[in-house]
């Protein structure tokens, strides 16, 4: 495989891989708490909903945008999201967010259940609208990544590659622990993701900017492909600079743990 393949199936690893953590957070809670079987079946009926609005999404795309209009649509959203993803990134690093917590967010779901009654005989709509909820959100943000990365690429097979190999090993991990995925460096995961995000984005927004000149016709990055590593390390660079800008200053009693510290890179 290429180069530009390799980057495109840990791009799309990497963001279904948190996704999936934070949607799985949630079936456990309710499976745990309340009703497996419906936990189960409102993650399947999410599932379904996802297949026919990735086809929908993916067949408008391709049939209705030109090739440069393609990339400056999906380029703009991609560097959006990535660009919400590294400002909370930049908070949290800073000091100025709190810590995304996999074990809290179980705690919440936990207690929202508890408080929602007995289940019901059957499918307990409590445990399926909440799985539903939960896994068809984050699973939007899923589709969105696959299909953006895939379309521009030209290479879905190895988008849905990606997604298809991040969504199994969370579901293995989840498995065997048994318990919320906190073990997993999420706050870190999402910062790469956010510098991800924001170069390819910056990268099919400038090459769709194309549509505006005569022909329609692409622009093309100097060293082509390449030129996606300068721009991660220049949005990295950015980043880094506004946490020093922002940075919280620790005072003796509010001073970083070691695992705190670890996170916030």
């Not at 170069?199 to 900017?209: I, P, Q």
Request: include cysteine; hydrophobic fraction near 55%; charged fraction near 15%.
């Amino acid at each position: 495989m290429t180069a530009a393949t390799w980057g495109l199936l840990i791009a799309v690893f990497v963001a279904c891989f948190v996704e999936m953590v934070e949607a799985t957070t949630i079936v456990m809670a309710m499976g745990f708490t309340r009703s497996w079987r419906s936990a189960l079946a409102g993650t399947g009926a999410a599932i379904g909903a996802l297949a026919v609005v990735t086809t929908i999404a993916g067949y408008a795309l391709t049939t209705w945008l030109p090739e440069s209009a393609l990339q400056l649509a999906i380029g703009g959203l991609l560097l959006i999201f990535g660009l919400q993803w590294l400002r909370k990134a930049i908070l949290r690093s800073s000091g100025r967010k709190a810590i995304h917590d996999e074990d809290q967010i179980y705690r919440d779901e936990v207690e929202a259940a508890r408080l929602a009654g007995q289940p019901a005989t059957g499918i307990d709509m409590f445990s399926f609208m909440v799985s539903f909820k939960g896994v068809f959100l984050e699973g939007m943000e899923v589709v969105f990544i696959v299909i953006t990365f895939g379309l521009n690429a030209d290479n879905i097979p190895a988008a849905c590659v990606g997604a298809a190999a991040a969504i199994i090993i969370v579901l293995i991990i989840a498995t065997l622990a048994r318990r919320p995925l906190s073990m997993i460096p999420e706050n870190l995961l999402k910062y790469g993701v956010g510098l991800l995000l924001a170069s390819f984005g910056t990268y099919w927004a400038v090459e769709g900017t194309g549509i505006f000149r005569a022909g329609r016709e692409s622009i093309e990055w100097p060293g082509k492909d390449a030129i996606i590593l300068a721009l991660i390390v220049i949005w990295y660079l950015l980043s880094r600079a506004f946490v020093a800008v922002l940075r919280v200053p620790a005072s003796p009693t509010t001073a970083p743990t070691p695992a705190r510290a670890a996170q916030e890179v």
